[in-house]
């Protein structure tokens, strides 16, 4: 069965630095990889998507990339802001693209 | 104009009674999920369906049960609340590319 673990399970970093999140899977037979954020009391957004076959997707400040083989994703963060402070997951879904499973996620604290 | 709603957004009530969620995707995706996500926050998938047929049903007593009348709607039922029941439960839907997109989540509290 497939396990996601994210480190750290809390980060704290002053304002404007850059820092990366890490995702690792057991089972490299996945769908997809996709990145959410968690703001407290509130739903998951999503941040970005990588396919099976991609090796990195970018979107404005923040990079994702995908090493399948390895179980491994990291999520780039550049010059942090205090309003990136939020839990943000990660999620791999199965060979059919029908299940997501989660991480423990990365409580992320951006000091102004 | 949200993608993927449910109602309500809190939900408190006594242990024994029963309860709904509703949810609702404008997004035209085939397949539809509930999760539950935990005190530890974390995120386990409930059920999942495709085309208002059940696909996935992970270990769920049997007082859960999942209702999609069409594909654009997966209403959750439940019956005799426990406290254990006591949780954050979020709707998702997904497409072709299975990107997956949450709902904002029902807070259940059963006292």
């Known amino acids: 069965k497939q396990e996601v673990t994210q480190i750290p399970a809390a980060l704290s970093v002053p304002e404007g630095e850059n820092l990366v999140l890490n995702c690792s899977f057991t089972?490299?037979?996945?769908?997809?990889l996709q990145w959410f954020r968690q703001d407290p009391g509130k739903g998951l957004t999503s941040l970005l998507l990588?396919?099976?076959?991609?090796r990195e997707q970018t979107s404005g400040r923040l990079n994702a990339s995908l090493d399948k083989s390895s179980g491994r994703s990291t999520l780039y963060i550049a010059a942090s802001q205090p309003g990136d402070s939020a839990t943000y997951l990660c999620?791999?879904?199965?060979?059919?693209?029908?299940?997501?499973?989660f991480g423990t996620g990365t409580s992320l604290t951006v000091i102004p | 104009d949200t993608a993927v709603s449910q109602t309500p957004k809190y939900l408190v009530t006594q242990m024994g009674n029963d309860k709904s969620i509703k949810c609702e995707q404008n997004?035209?995706?085939?397949?539809m999920y509930w999760y539950k996500q935990d005190s530890k926050k974390f995120l386990k998938i409930m059920f999942s369906y495709n085309n208002k047929e059940l696909i996935i049903n992970e270990t769920v007593p049997n007082r859960f049960s999942p209702k999609s009348p069409d594909k654009a709607h997966l209403n959750l039922h439940i019956n005799s609340l426990e406290l254990g029941d006591s949780a954050v439960y979020f709707c998702a839907s997904s497409g072709g590319t299975a990107e997956a997109f949450f709902g904002q989540g029902t807070r259940l509290t059963v006292v």
């Open positions: 089972d490299s037979a996945i769908y997809n």
């Open positions: 990588i396919q099976s076959s991609q």
């Open positions: 999620a791999v879904s199965g060979s059919t693209g029908n299940q997501f499973y």
């Open positions: 997004l035209g995706h085939d397949t």
